[in-house]
């Protein structure tokens, strides 16, 4: 997207006046025009002046513009093709921990249920017991980890620059 500003303050240049203070003295007036541009192709007028130069150089200038744009599209589009491809990672990556974990717990249980059937009452007990308290702390503070991480990148200096 191109934009140009343009900004002039005319005064008539060779006039002198003289100072209010001092009225013997004469004071020149000066003319001054300010132009300022920005976007990725030049003004109109220095536009023409390229081309008038070299003949073809507009053509070129437009052509080296346009490539850019598609690359700036290409690498946008690239950048949300990888966040995608993340965030598809890290959701397969938690669903394969909780059918690991369910495995586990069910396991655990199972075999507590046969030792429990097997009248042993207390391999029953710890075998149940520690699956399921031993889940429930991976859960847990796998959770409570990755909050403290998070509190820790969003606080620190390098995560505000």
Request: charged share 20%; with cysteine; proline share 5%.
């Amino acid at each position: 997207m191109s934009k140009t500003i343009k900004k002039s303050k005319k005064i008539n240049s060779g006039l002198m006046t003289t100072s209010p203070v001092h009225k013997e003295m004469p004071v020149p007036k000066v003319t001054g025009i300010i132009s300022s541009h920005s976007g990725p192709l030049p003004d109109p007028v220095s536009f023409q002046r390229y081309e008038q130069v070299l003949p073809g150089t507009a053509e070129r200038i437009l052509s080296m513009a346009e490539c850019e744009q598609r690359h700036a599209h290409k690498m946008r589009d690239e950048v949300l093709r990888q966040n995608e491809i993340a965030l598809n990672l890290g959701a397969n990556e938690r669903k394969r921990g909780q059918i690991y974990g369910l495995t586990i717990g069910i396991s655990g249980l199972a075999a507590s249920l046969v030792a429990l059937l097997l009248h042993a009452e207390t391999t029953a007990s710890i075998i149940g017991g520690t699956t399921v308290v031993s889940l429930v702390t991976a859960f847990v503070f796998k959770e409570l980890f990755q909050g403290s991480k998070k509190e820790k990148e969003q606080t620190s200096p390098q995560s505000k620059a």
